[in-house]
């Protein structure tokens, strides 16, 4: 008999056929467990895309009452083993989802996932899953501080053997915690993180030509190709973070070992990695500093691939203004899936020019919109609130923490002013 017997191994009837965890099977709590479960995944995705149709109705977007209503009376009806069947069809977990969601909401189907990208309900569950987790952790956290706080206050005035450096970290007069090099060496680590994302971005439009860290008249590129313009700081940035971030572990594994208050074994680990989190944190950031003075930004070449890549991009825009005109979201995807394949195909096989918008305008089902498209390929209007975003964030976040480093920074920053 082959492995999983004959229920392919999903089916409950087969869960012992399979790995399962321990942590779910014999030590986590019913609640956490849950947490983390299908059913509760899934059924928040449906929650939220009835969260997005209430906020469409409310907007003005055709969401009836009738099609909310069906949708609330289905948040819980789900047909897994439909999902597992759709998702096996399309290789797409969220659009199977939405079939098998649109299939018990046939009012609602066409107005479901409407304007919404994967990361609408993946991204927003699994924050909802990870506050709701620790909603049920700090309890008992503060339930095990409370017991080990009466513990303390109980044998308060026992004498027990001790050891020179035993302190409380407040009122210590010998030795730290080590957890301390924790907090520490863990914020420069996400230093670390950040910086890597950034020089890794400039690192990825360098090489689409549409951005360029700074690069001297005198600087040569590659030893074997003369033309090749290398963004080496945003390498050197790249290579130093990723040291940085290792060293994050030292302090995590010294504090750990540590017996009772302090063990001698963390001084020579110490000496290293404090150290050279600093020394890295501070190569990093001014060579940075140096990226983000004379960066170069190409607009012609963006406003090139734009071009390129509108007629994708519009796509969404497109269901939208399909939806308003009476049709249904699921068939226009299907539609737009089909000729968008078939314009990738004569760009990607053929090397011609994406021609998906000449073939949505010779496609008699998109005669609705046919008036608009124009509109929906204006560049300006994926852009949605993203300058006032940009402006109100340095406003609100940027400028308060820049303003106790203005006397450091010989200089007020601009955008401050």
Known sequence: MAAGGDCGGREAACEYDSYRSPLASRYASPEMCFLFSDKYKFRTWRQLWLWLAEAEQTLGLPVTEEQIQEMKSNLDNIDFKMAAEEEKQL????????????????KAAGIIHLGATSCYVGDNTDLIILRNAFDLLLPKLARVISRLADFAKERADLPTLGFTHFQAFIITGQTYTRKVDIEVLSVLASLGASVHKICTDIRLLANLKEMEEPFEKQQIGSSAMPYKRNPMRSERCCSLARHLMTLALDPLQTASVQWFERTLDDSANRRICLAEAFLTADTVLNTLQNISEGLVV???????????????????????????AGGNRQDCHEKIRVLSQQAAAVVKQEGGDNDLIERIQADAYFSPIHSQLDHLLDPSSFTGRASQQVQRFLEEEVCPLLKPYESVMKVKAELCL
Request: charged share 25%; hydrophobic share 45%; aromatic share 6%.
């Open 91 to 106: 290789r797409h977990d969220v659009m199977a989802h939405v079939h098998t969601f649109a299939h018990c909401c046939p």
């Open 298 to 324: 190409y607009p012609k070449v963006i406003e090139r691939r734009i071009r390129q890549e509108l007629p994708f991009m519009a796509t969404e825009n497109i269901i939208m203004a399909m939806v308003k």
